[in-house]
């Protein structure tokens, strides 16, 4: 099981910006799909954004198109997801995941590996 350590998070307004980091020491961490999550409180746990092994594929749920960027750094075992325009809609605790594969399915069992999950509040 990889081991995954998220920073980031926050309380902020409307309209800000934040970035989440999510690093690992997992070796096989450059032939791994990653992707972010994040739980609403009385909600199911939905899919934000995945990047494949290489980099070179990225998928976003609609609500976070042209505002959310999903990125890694193969050279320094993280990931990253740049959120702008934060609206209060996307307050929830946010998790990073390790896919079983190179791929990023959208589906939560998909992944094999969570990170410890970090609290997103955007006020209004």
């Known amino acids: 099981q990889v081991q995954l350590v998220q920073t980031g998070g926050g309380l902020v307004q409307a309209g800000d910006s934040l970035r989440l980091s999510c690093v690992t020491s997992e070796r096989r961490f450059s032939v791994l799909g990653m992707a972010w999550f994040r739980q609403a409180p009385g909600k199911e746990r939905e899919f934000v954004a995945g990047i494949s092994a290489s980099g070179s594929l990225t998928d976003y749920v609609d609500s976070v198109k042209g505002r959310f960027t999903i990125s890694r750094d193969n050279a320094k075992n993280t990931v990253y997801l740049q959120m702008n325009s934060l609206r209060p809609e996307d307050t929830a605790v946010y998790y990073c995941?390790?896919?079983?594969?190179?791929?990023?399915?959208?589906?939560?069992?998909?992944?094999?590996?969570w990170g410890q999950g970090t609290q997103v509040t955007v006020s209004s």
């Open positions: 995941a390790a896919s079983r594969g190179y791929y990023i399915p959208r589906a939560p069992d998909g992944y094999a590996s």
